[in-house]
């Protein structure tokens, strides 16, 4: 398993708790920058990928990425990720 965000493989599982919720589909930075901003998240029950601040990742396990929340409600504000509106962003992995 990865130790940094910058090293997480699209196809990681990401859970809430015990709960998975998806995969990771990528991982950006801001502009030129090296270090993770983002993670795009395959989230399995919207059916879309969502991106996600790095500030959400509480931890990075043998099983995968474990956000913060609790709740998968809690990340339903989140629109739908559409490259095109995030012209600053610049995919790492």
């Known amino acids: 398993m990865a130790r940094l ?10 859970y809430l708790n015990d709960l998975q919720i998806g995969t990771v589909s990528g991982v950006y930075a801001q502009g030129a920058a090296r270090l993770a901003e983002y993670v795009l998240i395959a989230w399995t029950e919207r059916n879309d990928e969502v991106l996600v601040a790095t500030k959400e990742v509480a931890s990075l396990e043998a099983k995968g990425v474990i956000l913060m929340g609790e709740d998968p ?13 995030y012209p600053s962003i610049r995919r790492l992995r």
């Open 73 to 85: 409600e809690g990340y339903l504000e989140l629109p739908p990720f559409v490259e095109a509106n």
């Open 5 to 14: 965000l910058e090293d997480i493989e699209p196809g990681t599982p990401v």
